[in-house]
Antibody, heavy 124, light 106 residues
Framework: EVQLVESGGGLVQPGESLRLSCAAS????????MSWVRQAPGKGLEWVAN????????YYVDSVKGRFTISRDNARNSLYLQMDSLRVEDTAVYYC?????????????????WGQGTQVTVSS | EIVMTQSPATLSVSPGERATLSCRAS??????LAWYQQKPGQAPRLLIY???TRATGIPARFSGSASGTEFTLTISSLVSEDFGVYYC?????????FGGGTKVEI
């Protein structure tokens, strides 16, 4: 069974840091682009960052550039998001998502499957 | 940044009826458009990519189409499990952006 399980969320104060993790199983993790997507309370989806299979390319939404770092460890089938200088507006459920793979190919920028998410709350 | 605008915000549909959801891009995204379904408390699920290609395991009652910067998701005959929020997403340009969602009420 394909599974993505996020962890590491919690309640922090503005300016503090968190490191999110995503454990992948049931598919060839090293063959997939991976992404983080977030959803603020009662709001829509916002793509945050993604990373190529070998980690050689990384892309970020402007609002997190310089504060968040996406990384992966293919030996551990794990994806990470280091979040520094957190702001109140970073409060959201953070989802780990894989680039979609059809029977023919794998793709970078649309996502399936997704994990169940981990809550990050930034508040003083 | 490409802005994706979805309409209507809420759609009330009876089982068996057709549902038509719209998504408009602020500039051309070619056919680099995906649709997702999200049910309460759950992660999103990919329905459509390439504007009209169903993802693996998606029922044939879901279809997508494109005309310029206008995109449509059609659910031909709604069943109760189709309730939820539907999002479009463009992947033609960075940053990847989602629409605000359409809530489908049964």
């Amino acid at each position: 069974e394909v599974q993505l399980v996020e962890s590491g969320g919690g309640l922090v104060q503005p300016g503090e840091s968190l490191r999110l993790s995503c454990a992948a199983s049931g598919f060839i993790f090293s063959s997939s682009w991976m992404s983080w997507v977030r959803q603020a309370p009662g709001k829509g989806l916002e793509w945050v960052a993604n990373i190529k299979q070998d980690g050689s390319e990384k892309y970020y939404v402007d609002s997190v550039k310089g504060r968040f770092t996406i990384s992966r460890d293919n030996a551990r089938n794990s994806l990470y998001l280091q979040m520094d200088s957190l702001r109140v507006e970073d409060t959201a459920v953070y989802y780990c998502a894989s680039g979609y793979c059809s029977s023919a190919s794998c793709y970078a920028n649309y996502f399936d499957p997704w994990g169940q998410g981990t809550q990050v709350t930034v508040s003083s | 940044e490409i802005v994706m605008t979805q309409s209507p915000a809420t759609l009330s549909v009876s089982p068996g009826e057709r549902a038509t959801l719209s998504c408009r891009a602020s500039q051309s995204v070619s056919i680099n458009l995906a649709w997702y379904q999200q049910k309460p408390g759950q992660a999103p699920r990919l329905l459509i990519y390439g504007a009209s290609t169903r993802a693996t395991g998606i029922p044939a009652r879901f279809s997508g189409s494109a005309s310029g910067t206008e995109f449509t998701l059609t659910i031909s005959s709604l069943v109760s499990e189709d309730f939820g929020v539907y999002y479009c997403q463009q992947y033609n340009n960075w940053p990847l952006t989602f629409g605000g969602g359409t809530k489908v009420e049964i």
